[in-house]
């Protein structure tokens, strides 16, 4: 099974217990786009025209594709993968870098799989392993946008973790800059707007634009969070035509 496959299956598996969440929960969406782009939390899209580089020399090249087995096997639970081999696999490619292997975009998307993979599958409950395992997710982020600040996927994927010091509403922001049709971000950052209640008109007015401009699961995502808002706020008609709308929708 592929890193993305087994990625999408571990998140359709977690959008059933998001859709359950209060109103005032902010949450990162599903995959899937209305453009058709599958941008997912855990598979970065990180650019296709930099995925192959030239590479060092053999041994680099080996190291870096010992690496990339070792954790697109072992990325998901459900194929009965293994930390330490998800570890060894960040190692590998880690290695394969310092000696001269230089697909770099393609290294940090494996990396970051592997690591989230880590933090939120494999991370001892303990509040020590995993605040350790969710920084060096953070790290592997904040390495990644030194080499490639302007990519809004790596950026939205991001967010969730303030790299540079920047809180999540200036990457949410920076990425309509760089992107406006970017609806995952602009969504998001109406949650956040209503969240922190800053702008609950304009938070609105965004969540309703990427929600219009999206189909199948993100449209049902989004259509269920913005029911919840009106719900919590009080405007139950409005809600109910919102249900309306996605409950024919047709499942992905």
């Known amino acids: 099974m592929s890193v993305r496959a087994t990625t999408s299956l571990f998140l359709a598996t977690l959008l059933v217990a998001i859709s359950s969440l209060p109103a005032d929960a902010q949450v990162v969406e599903p995959p899937g786009s209305a453009s058709g782009l599958n941008r997912t939390p855990q598979s970065v899209g990180l650019g296709a025209e930099a995925q192959r580089r030239p590479c060092g020399g053999n041994r680099s090249k080996e190291m870096f594709f010992e690496g990339k087995r070792l954790i697109e096997r072992n990325v998901s639970d459900s194929t009965g993968g293994n930390r330490e081999v998800l570890e060894e696999g960040i190692r590998k490619i880690r290695r394969s870098r310092t000696l001269g292997h230089e697909e770099t975009l393609g290294a940090y998307q494996l990396m970051i799989d592997a690591q989230t993979s880590i933090a939120f599958i494999y991370a ?6 995993k605040k350790k395992a969710m920084y060096s997710l953070g790290s592997l982020y904040e390495d990644a946008l030194e080499i490639y600040p302007d990519n809004v996927e790596l950026l939205y994927h991001a967010s969730s973790y303030a790299p540079g010091g920047k809180s999540r509403e200036e990457i949410l922001r920076r990425i309509l800059e760089l992107d406006p049709e970017f609806s ?12 922190e209640g800053k ?36 405007r139950h008609a409005e809600a109910q035509k919102i249900l309306e709308e996605i409950k024919d929708l047709p499942v992905e």
Not at 124 to 129: I, K, L, N, Y
Not at 184 to 195: E, T, V, Y
Request: hydrophobic content about 40%; proline content about 2%.
């Open 184 to 195: 995952f971000a602009r969504f998001s950052l109406g949650q956040l707007l209503i969240l």
């Open 199 to 234: 702008d609950k008109v304009a938070g609105e007015a965004m969540m309703r634009e990427a929600y219009r401009n999206s189909e199948g699961r993100v449209k049902e995502f989004r259509g269920r969070r913005l029911r919840a808002y009106l719900i919590q706020e009080g």
């Open 124 to 129: 001892d409950p303990d509040f020590a392993d």
